[in-house]
């Protein structure tokens, strides 16, 4: 079956440049997560949805950082006048919330990632 | 930040060896999950262990939790070539936040 899918799997961009990562999570998946994983680091939170509404975004660096999931299934991360410290790994994970569950007792599924280098 | 601290930073060991590593967290959790990272791919859901639990079986896999030390280690047992990767313990607030540690980054040698 479909894991979770992003696009695109490698970015450069200048700095001061736009950019937008997109994330596919499983069809179903409810829950939806955005991570930031500089090299040799693990993963650190930036945003979490549940179906279209973001629910927190405590973990985005500054406001270029921009997250949006508007139909509640594909989701798109966009950084705005990108600087070289935004260079890093974004990963999107979703999560499978049962009815009257919690998703914390659930795992998550990981994309395999989006590259980022900002020259 | 990072609330979890994984030891050791990184681990060789010959097939066949098992392998022990181990994760230190902050605050108080509801869970404790274990994920794997090959190099340049997405993270693996390996084991999940509840606050009430202290140890859990999966295939070669033992993860303990002693939440009065606020610590688990994962012990991969006849470790294979393919178990090369880095090793993430994982914990969730209260919160919608989910926190990993700094990983283990473990090379099996062939």
């Known amino acids: 079956g479909a894991g979770v899918s992003q696009s695109p799997r490698y970015k450069v961009a200048k700095r001061g440049q736009d950019v937008a990562l997109r994330c596919d999570p499983i069809?179903?998946?409810?829950?939806l997560f955005w991570y930031q994983q500089a090299l040799g680091q693990g993963p650190e939170f930036l945003t979490y949805?549940?179906?279209?509404?973001?629910?927190?975004k405590s973990g985005l660096p500054s406001d270029r950082f921009f997250a949006e999931r508007p139909e509640g299934s594909v989701s798109t991360l966009k950084i705005q006048r990108t600087q070289q410290e935004d260079s890093a790994v974004y990963l999107c994970?979703?999560?499978?919330?049962?009815?009257?569950?919690?998703?914390?007792?659930?795992?998550?599924?990981f994309g395999p990632g989006t590259r980022l280098t900002v020259l | 930040s990072q609330q979890g601290e994984e030891d050791p930073q990184a681990l060789s060991i010959q097939e066949g060896e098992n392998a022990t590593m181990n994760c230190s967290y902050k605050?108080?959790?509801?869970?404790l999950q274990w994920y794997r990272q090959n190099s340049g791919r997405g993270l693996v859901h390996l084991i999940l262990?509840?606050?009430?639990?202290r140890e859990k079986h999966s295939g070669r896999l033992r993860v303990t939790l002693d939440t009065s030390k606020k610590s688990s280690s994962l012990l991969i047992t006849a470790s294979r070539a393919a178990d090369t990767a880095s090793y993430f313990c994982?914990?969730?607030?209260?919160?919608?936040?989910?926190?990993f540690g700094t990983g283990t980054s473990l090379t099996v040698i062939p």
């Open positions: 262990i509840r606050s009430n639990e």
């Open positions: 994970a979703s999560s499978f919330r049962p009815s009257g569950g919690r998703w914390v007792y659930n795992e998550q599924f």
């Open positions: 949805f549940q179906n279209e509404a973001q629910l927190d």
């Open positions: 994982a914990t969730p607030n209260t919160g919608n936040q989910f926190y």
């Open positions: 605050t108080s959790i509801n869970n």
């Open positions: 069809s179903g998946h409810v829950s």
